[in-house]
């Protein structure tokens, strides 16, 4: 029997294989095998106990797109694996590779009312990538190998295994327990553009007068930022992003105009939207919050589409040139097609037109965020974040009242997945765990979550976890005490009709010194730069808790509070 393990074991040593680093996750009785093995077994994993299952699954998120390994995040069956399916879907719509592991009731008991039976299979197969419930022991090196290559091939998503708690005790052939080291990390296996397309596309884009690249997640998820800073240096291009696709450029960058569309896009950068003759979209689905909802470009405008998955393709406008494949190696491929043409700089102007548009951006924006108004301003609060984090700072927002302001005007001076936000559905409760799983993926850089007080109250909790582990997170809460963003589009689209949006004033400073966070609470907008300086050195969990200006009396940078 010394060549044979059990169901559990064969799980461990399989997410071993594949490089798993961290776990997140929370126990039940069907995970008893399973945590029984972690404990005997050797393996290197973190295991990262977390009060919430859906919670452990954004800390994988967080985790995920830091590194760009395979975030992992477990719960027991019922109510867990119900808790952990909203984290997968983000992932999955993120295009983020997470995988999430939920223990089942046993297989024997399957039919016989067992307590917290639920159909995994059918629960979790609309909303990701790849999922499968196991039913027999010998079948779980071959699934766990499957769940990664699905996870991190073309455009990346999350994948979900059940376990059920019998299978976790019958046998596994140890021969079996191996991985393909390709799968570890994403993109897997890239996948070069056809033969010509690059050669269209710099065809395309030379016969424009006025393009406009718009870049989505997809660029930073390939790590095609170098190329793409050779692309728009070399043409003398602007480039504008999603929210999602900040880091594609350094928004120090000359050429990148910032944030369009309807959510953290101003008037500035809309106005360069609209005049571009074609757009040139980069792994950027052109959905309805960077048109918004299709404003620009308008029909009739040329298009040319960079994308790894074909079925963005013509999805909302007529494709004059599609160009499917990695965004890293295509680039790399227009790149090459430009070297053949001996093209070089100031073809179109672009880093000329940026800085007029940014110029009179930030006017606005500097003019507001000195004001000495209290309730303070949400301008005050990303203009003093500017000045006291580090360059390679990790900001996680959830999709409330910090994402348009932190998106809009804060300058992020490194490409790459600096900035994380949940922008596929929004959840609210996102940032504060997924900071946590930032930082364990990337403990050198200094990592701070943003969100609303209405975001505060989903998971709080998590602050326990955030102590028990030590992790050096700073927490910074935009205090209105209301859904801000609902009560910012009652004003807007209901003439102030205000329905069941606003809750009692609570001291999150005090709520989190509860939990043993080093917590501050700010009123008067001369104390706000220097506390925030103070929380960010501090060696241990900090929070800010900010008296701020509610978003409908704001000046928002939202151009649509419907997404």
């Known amino acids: 029997m010394s060549n044979r393990m059990n169901g559990a074991e064969a799980m461990v040593r399989m997410l071993e294989a594949q490089g798993v680093r961290h776990i997140f996750g929370l126990c039940g009785d069907t995970t008893l095998p399973f945590y029984d093995a972690m404990l005997r077994l050797d393996h290197g994993i973190t295991h990262v106990l977390t009060r919430d299952e859906r919670s452990a699954t954004y800390m994988?998120?967080?985790?995920?797109?830091?590194?760009?390994?395979?975030?992992?995040?477990?719960?027991?069956?019922?109510?867990?694996?119900?808790?952990?399916?909203?984290?997968?879907?983000?992932?999955?719509?993120?295009?983020?590779?997470?995988?999430?592991?939920?223990?089942?009731?046993?297989?024997?008991?399957?039919?016989?009312?067992?307590?917290?039976?639920?159909?995994?299979?059918?629960?979790?197969?609309?909303?990701?990538?790849?999922?499968?419930?196991?039913?027999?022991?010998?079948?779980?090196?071959?699934?766990?190998?499957?769940?990664?290559?699905?996870?991190?091939?073309?455009?990346?998503?999350?994948?979900?295994?059940?376990?059920?708690?019998?299978v976790q005790y019958d046998p596994v052939d140890m021969s079996d327990i191996w991985a393909d080291g390709a799968t570890a990390?994403?993109?897997?296996?890239?996948?070069?553009?056809?033969?010509?397309?690059?050669?269209?596309?710099?065809?395309?884009?030379?016969?424009?007068?006025?393009?406009?690249?718009?870049?989505?997640?997809?660029?930073?998820?390939?790590?095609?930022?170098?190329?793409?800073?050779?692309?728009?240096?070399?043409?003398?291009?602007p480039v504008a992003t999603s929210i999602s696709g900040q880091g594609s450029l350094a928004e120090?960058?000359?050429?990148?105009?910032?944030?369009?569309?309807?959510?953290?896009?101003?008037?500035?950068?809309?106005?360069?939207?609209?005049?571009?003759?074609?757009?040139?979209?980069?792994?950027?689905?052109?959905?309805?919050?960077?048109?918004?909802?299709?404003?620009a470009p308008k029909p009739g405008t040329r298009i040319v589409h960079f994308d790894n998955d074909p079925m963005v393709m013509n999805a909302n406008y007529q494709t004059e040139v599609a160009v499917v494949g990695d965004?890293?190696?295509?680039?790399?491929?227009?790149?090459?097609?430009?070297?053949?043409?001996?093209?070089?700089?100031?073809?179109?102007?672009?880093?000329a037109a940026v800085a007029d548009?940014?110029?009179?951006?930030?006017?606005?924006?500097?003019?507001?965020?000195?004001?000495?108004?209290?309730?303070?301003?949400?301008?005050?609060?990303?203009?003093?974040?500017?000045?006291?984090?580090?360059?390679?700072?990790t900001v996680v927002s959830d999709p409330g009242t910090s994402c348009p302001y932190f998106s809009a005007y804060y300058q992020l001076p490194k490409p790459g997945r600096h900035f994380i936000t949940n922008r596929a559905h929004g959840a609210l409760g996102y940032s504060l765990s997924a900071a946590l799983g930032a930082w364990y993926g990337r403990p050198a850089s200094k990592t701070v979550a943003l969100m609303g007080d209405g975001s505060f109250g989903f998971?709080?909790?998590?602050?326990?976890?955030?102590?028990?582990?030590?992790?050096?997170?700073?927490?910074?809460?935009?205090?209105?005490?209301?859904?801000?963003?609902?009560?910012?589009s009652q004003f807007a689209d209901k003439d102030a009709r205000y329905y069941n949006v606003d809750f009692s004033r609570t001291d999150q400073a005090a709520v989190a010194a509860a939990y043993g966070v080093k917590s501050w609470r700010v009123e008067n907008p001369d104390d706000l730069e220097k506390v925030l300086a103070e929380a960010v050195a501090h060696d241990g969990p900090t929070l800010v808790d900010v008296v701020c200006q509610p978003l409908e009396e704001s000046n928002a940078p939202v151009r649509r509070w419907m997404g």
């Open 60 to 166: 994988a998120d967080g985790y995920s797109r830091v590194t760009g390994r395979v975030g992992v995040a477990e719960g027991p069956s019922g109510g867990g694996a119900t808790y952990i399916l909203p984290g997968l879907i983000e992932a999955s719509e993120s295009s983020y590779a997470v995988l999430g592991i939920t223990t089942d009731i046993s297989v024997a008991s399957y039919g016989k009312y067992p307590l917290t039976e639920v159909d995994q299979e059918r629960l979790m197969a609309p909303l990701t990538k790849w999922n499968t419930v196991i039913r027999r022991a010998d079948h779980i090196p071959r699934m766990v190998r499957a769940a990664f290559r699905a996870m991190t091939t073309g455009r990346s998503g999350a994948a979900h295994i059940g376990l059920p708690y019998d």
């Open 185 to 237: 990390t994403y993109p897997a296996y890239r996948q070069a553009p056809a033969p010509g397309a690059a050669q269209a596309a710099v065809e395309a884009i030379l016969s424009a007068s006025n393009p406009l690249i718009v870049c989505g997640g997809g660029v930073v998820i390939a790590q095609a930022w170098d190329e793409l800073d050779r692309l728009a240096t070399r043409l003398d291009i």
């Open 252 to 295: 120090t960058h000359p050429n990148c105009l910032g944030v369009v569309g309807s959510n953290g896009g101003t008037d500035e950068t809309w106005e360069m939207m609209e005049a571009a003759d074609l757009v040139v979209f980069m792994g950027c689905r052109a959905g309805s919050t960077t048109t918004a909802r299709w404003e």
């Open 327 to 351: 965004l890293r190696l295509a680039l790399a491929e227009v790149n090459a097609v430009l070297d053949a043409r001996g093209q070089g700089a100031d073809t179109f102007g672009g880093a």
């Open 357 to 393: 548009k940014k110029k009179r951006k930030f006017e606005q924006f500097d003019r507001l965020a000195r004001s000495p108004q209290a309730p303070i301003r949400p301008e005050r609060v990303i203009s003093a974040l500017m000045k006291v984090l580090p360059e390679d700072a």
């Open 459 to 488: 998971t709080c909790g998590e602050l326990e976890t955030v102590c028990r582990v030590g992790a050096p997170v700073t927490f910074v809460v935009f205090s209105n005490a209301n859904f801000g963003w609902i009560k910012a």
